[in-house]
């Protein structure tokens, strides 16, 4: 296991720092990641580390930008050790949808394809379940 695991988990309460999946609904432990990676000039060190379900950390790579689906702009991805979630994005209750409501959020959401299918459908289970929000 990797070592910075427990201090990175613990801190994120055992949910992905970008879309707030629950760990505990997978049969495997979440990813720690570099937020800026190494190969843009990110450091090794626990500012610089996020727990990511493995969805969001395929997705994200080594990307710090991506275009805003609104005005094509690119624009940097969410940092969640630097911003508050509440602040970009804001959970669909009813839709399961996570809606970005910055153009930060809405880069990130798009990036990440937090809203596909099986994002969507496991997200409802989830709220069904009373494990998310």
Known sequence: MNPRYPPVALRARHRCEYCSAPESMFNFPFEVEHIR???????????????????????????????????SDVVTLDHPRLNLWEVHFQLEMELGRILGKTVVGRATVACLRMNSDAQLLARRQWIRLGLFP
């Open 37 to 71: 990676p190494l190969s843009q000039g990110g450091e090794d060190h626990e500012a610089n580390w996020a727990l990511s379900c493995r969805s969001c950390n395929v997705y994200k790579g080594s990307r710090l930008t991506y275009p805003e689906p609104e005005t």
